[in-house]
């Protein structure tokens, strides 16, 4: 699937990024080639594949048991907390 300049542009545009003429060219070709690759990866027939999580089979939980422990006080949590309210952070207001 090739991707045309105007489309690599429209996605710049949603993701707030400002392209140069140049990038936009590079991209355009990029991008194309990703998509390419994922149009080839959707021919295979992968009806007899379970899904997964990892693609090689995990048998251990590199992760930490579950429990409960005591937890920072407030003002350990806030303790490099640029600004504060009370016992709360205190940041810029994004809403009006």
Request: charged share 25%; proline share 6%; net charge negative.
């Amino acid at each position: 699937m090739a991707l045309s300049r105007d489309q690599v542009e429209h996605v710049a545009k949603l993701a707030r990024l400002s392209l140069t003429a140049e990038e936009a060219e590079r991209y355009s070709g990029q991008l194309s080639s990703i998509l390419g690759y994922i149009e080839k990866l959707q021919e295979l027939d992968v009806s007899g594949v379970e899904p997964t999580t990892h693609a090689v089979e995990v048998t251990t939980t590199p992760l930490r048991k579950d429990e409960p422990r005591p937890s920072l006080s407030v003002d350990e949590a806030l303790a490099n907390a640029p600004a504060r309210d009370g016992s709360y952070f205190s940041v810029p207001r994004i809403i009006e």
